[in-house]
């Protein structure tokens, strides 16, 4: 009877914690992001966005390029922000307070093109466990 009711203690705590059965969703996506073969600023990001539709997005904050998330498995559209400090502002942009970096005015900008975020071309295909996969950006013609 004690044995009992240790293991429907631990299969109890298990659901309540949300990690039992929920492993075979989601996969570990970590990499590194380089843009023209340089790390970008530290607080851009990646985002990975379910191309159905009902599944949760996830990403991450880019800490010297690199990145880890938990995201749900199949097929992701993948969005990359990298930001650029201005140091003054453009017509129709609005400053929210001081701007990242020195001499910066408040005002940021999206550096990549469309069809790395707002317009992305980029997906991945997401399978259960680790799944590694480095975007190696190039904006600059040769």
């Known amino acids: 009877m004690i044995k009992r009711a240790s293991t429907s203690g631990f299969?109890?705590?298990c659901l309540l914690l949300s990690g039992c059965g929920d492993d075979s969703k989601t996969g570990t996506?970590?990499?590194k992001v380089t843009v023209n073969g340089e790390i970008p600023m530290d607080g851009s990001s990646i985002n990975?966005?379910?191309?159905d539709g009902k599944s949760s997005s996830a990403g991450d904050t880019l800490k010297q390029g690199?990145?880890?998330?938990?995201?749900?498995?199949?097929?992701?559209k993948v969005e990359i922000r990298v930001p650029r400090p201005l140091t003054r502002a453009k017509p129709?942009?609005?400053s929210d307070g001081p701007g990242p970096g020195p001499g910066a005015s408040g005002f940021i900008e999206e550096s990549l093109p469309a069809e790395y975020n707002d317009k992305t071309t980029l997906?991945?295909?997401v399978k259960a466990g680790s799944n590694e996969k480095n975007w190696e950006i190039q904006t600059k013609t040769k």
């Not at 990975?48 to 191309?51: H, I, K, L, Q």
């Not at 690199?66 to 992701?76: C, E, F, H, L």
């Open 29 to 31: 996506v970590s990499g």
């Open 11 to 13: 299969f109890l705590a």
């Open 92 to 94: 129709g942009l609005k």
């Open 48 to 51: 990975f966005v379910s191309s």
């Open 123 to 125: 997906t991945l295909e």
């Open 66 to 76: 690199k990145y880890s998330a938990t995201v749900p498995i199949g097929t992701v």
